[in-house]
């Protein structure tokens, strides 16, 4: 009977308040959160960035920058990759779907981070090429996706993160900020 209500979201905000006013706290994280827990999470975490200066519309269409880590971590004490997620997040609502540009810029913005580890396993790989025999090589790239399959992934893994965003968005959206 409790639940969606707001109370999870009111209980997290009394959490943050309560550690942003210890100087000994750098930041606030969750080890292995359930997936509820990453919902309310970046909902609240969102709906306190959008009244950061550093998460203005201007500044987020520009693109993830320092200042944006350093206002999430300072008034928040949100880590790099959460505040790199509420960006995310508020860049999709300053994002016009009827923009094409806008939304690819989006898009490319995003799947650049998806596909990072992608990129560092590669350059892993060609050290590997170079250190191994060829056929030991061969051996080694028995498990490894070709790009083919990796964009595939990257694809699945875009939509079905712009779907949770959305819906945070929505949530936003029919919430009192």
Not at 38 to 65: H, I, P, W, Y
Not at 120 to 125: D, G, H, I, P
Request: net charge positive; charged share 35%; aromatic share 8%.
């Amino acid at each position: 009977p409790y639940q969606r209500r707001g109370l999870g979201a009111a209980l997290l905000n009394t959490l943050y308040r309560n550690y942003l006013k210890d100087s000994s706290v750098v930041d606030i994280t969750v080890e292995d959160p359930s997936d509820n827990f990453v919902r309310l999470r970046d909902f609240v975490d969102t709906q306190n960035c959008m009244k950061l200066e550093a998460f203005s519309k201007d500044k987020v269409l520009n693109g993830f920058c320092p200042e944006m880590v350093k206002a999430a971590a300072d008034q928040l004490k949100l880590c790099k990759k959460q505040a790199r997620r509420v960006y995310e997040i508020i860049r999709l609502s300053y994002t016009s779907l009827k923009d094409a540009n806008l939304y690819k810029d989006y898009r490319v913005d995003v799947k650049r981070r998806l596909n990072a580890p992608y990129q560092r396993e590669q350059k892993q790989l060609e050290k590997l090429r170079k250190a191994l025999k060829p056929e030991e090589f061969a051996a080694a790239m028995v498990n490894i996706t070709d790009r083919e399959q990796r964009l595939e992934v990257l694809t699945k893994q875009f939509n079905e993160l712009e779907n949770h965003y959305r819906k945070v968005l929505d949530k936003i959206a029919g919430s009192d900020i």
